[in-house]
């Protein structure tokens, strides 16, 4: 059964930092390429970076570029998101997502994605 745990959100002030997992099981990493998503009540998530399986090929949201950086590790089926700088506006429930087959070109559209993990709330905040 293909599933994929965050960890990692928490409490941390403005101008912090936080690094969130996606740990993969019951599939191959190798094949997917992972999306992170964030969402805010009362909002549609919104997607914050991704990683195709070619792992020198990432997108991030413009909001969030030079700050957020996204990488894998295929062998220990894990997918990171490295947040500095954080913001009050980055605050929310972060969720990862797996699709199969993007070599390159992943895109940060929520419907490509058909796997998603339970979340993982950030809030950022003095």
């Known amino acids: 059964q293909l599933q994929l745990v965050e960890s990692g959100g928490g409490f941390v002030q403005p101008g912090g930092s936080l690094t969130l997992s996606c740990t993969a099981s019951g599939f191959i990493l190798d094949y997917y390429a992972i999306g992170w998503f964030r969402q805010v009540p009362g909002k549609e998530r919104a997607g914050i970076s991704c990683?195709?399986?070619?792992?020198?090929?990432?997108r991030y949201a413009d909001s969030v570029k030079g700050r957020f950086t996204i990488s894998r590790d295929n062998a220990k089926t894990t997918v990171y998101l490295q947040m500095n700088s954080l913001e009050p506006e980055d605050a929310g429930v972060y969720y990862c997502?797996?699709?199969?087959?993007?070599?390159?070109?992943?895109?940060?559209?929520?419907?490509?994605?058909?796997?998603w993990g339970q979340g993982t709330q950030v809030t950022v905040s003095s």
């Open positions: 990683i195709s399986t070619s792992n020198g090929d990432t």
């Open positions: 997502a797996a699709v199969p087959g993007v070599v390159s070109g992943c895109i940060l559209g929520e419907y490509e994605y058909g796997h």
